[in-house]
């Protein structure tokens, strides 16, 4: 009997969003922010391979399916990488110490 190459790739997607869930929210807040910043690395590399796909094809056609993958997953790991970045700068002003007015 043959699985079905699809569900196989269906299911290991599935568990990977529970083990995400898990690691995700048992991390402490001490850790997050170098969480963050290798997360904003890791997208780093997800732009360069949706820049090399969303150029994939031939001149004559536009916009195929890896033009459009490809420029939606430069756009959604942008979107990533500015709010980790935003959220990492949050994170480390709380601990810069506040001067005092005289």
């Known amino acids: 009997m ?3 190459p699809f569900i196989f790739r269906l299911s290991i997607f599935i568990l990977s969003i529970f083990v995400g869930y898990y690691v995700v929210w048992s991390v402490t807040p001490s850790l997050h922010t170098p969480l963050m910043s290798v997360t904003n690395a890791i997208s780093s590399v ?3 391979g949706a820049i090399i796909a969303s150029l994939a094809g031939s001149s004559e056609q ?3 399916k890896a033009n459009i ?5 430069i756009m959604l ?3 990533n990488i500015f709010g980790g970045f935003l959220v990492t700068q949050r ?3 709380m601990y810069k110490k506040k001067k005092k007015d005289k």
């Open 46 to 48: 997800i732009i360069v």
């Open 2 to 4: 043959e699985i079905d």
């Open 69 to 73: 993958f490809g420029f939606l997953a």
């Open 77 to 79: 790991a942008a979107v």
């Open 62 to 64: 536009i916009f195929n």
């Open 91 to 93: 994170m480390l002003a």
